[in-house]
């Protein structure tokens, strides 16, 4: 009988450790229920499969930018990252941009794959053509933006992935 109430105690204490643990998050855009989540990486290994479905993610975040929208950046590996902002437009995600590095995300939306971006490729014509002549904004932000050398945008292949999320939990923040 002892031994039960010691079971019993232990397995009390562990629960209200998982319940505190799970609610230490910051939500943005739609509640996110209980779901089965992929990780970034097999969420690259499946894309065909994918494109254009709802997915369910959890990965580290490694980036976040903050040009004309928001969007974070999880890590798949040491050369590409899938980025994730709002799908709504009229009401796009802020993400803390200072807070949310390093931390843990859960994110839904719709997967998609891009050919790459081109607000870079133009910002990077614009770099070549104004050699000595004065910068723009948007030339600034680029260059803020190449800061950021560690983990790119695009894969290997030329490839952007993004998830157009409608929910987003980011722990820790």
């Known amino acids: 009988m002892r031994k039960l109430l010691v079971l019993l105690s232990i397995f009390m204490i562990f629960i209200s450790c998982e319940k505190n643990k799970t609610e230490n998050f910051t939500n943005f855009g739609s509640t996110i229920n209980e779901t089965k989540f992929i990780t970034p990486q097999e969420l690259i290994d499946q894309k065909d499969n994918l494109e254009w479905r709802e997915v369910a993610v959890k990965g ?3 980036s976040v930018y903050e040009h004309s929208i928001s969007l974070i950046g999880l890590k798949v590996n040491d050369s590409t990252e899938v980025n994730v902002f709002s799908i709504d437009n009229d009401k796009p995600f ?16 719709i997967f998609q794959i891009k050919d790459g ?3 870079h490729f ?6 070549k053509n104004n050699k000595g002549k004065v ?7 680029y260059k803020e933006s190449e800061k950021t050398k560690e983990y790119e945008h695009n ?3 030329g490839k ?6 409608t929910g987003v939990n980011i722990y820790g923040i």
């Open 60 to 62: 580290k975040i490694i």
């Open 94 to 109: 802020v993400f803390p941009k200072e807070k949310c590095i390093g931390k843990q995300a859960e994110i839904v939306g």
């Open 117 to 119: 971006f081109p607000k």
């Open 122 to 127: 133009e910002n990077e014509k614009a770099d």
């Open 135 to 141: 910068k723009t904004e948007r030339d600034e932000i």
């Open 155 to 157: 894969n290997k292949n």
């Open 160 to 165: 952007v992935y993004i998830i157009k999320a």
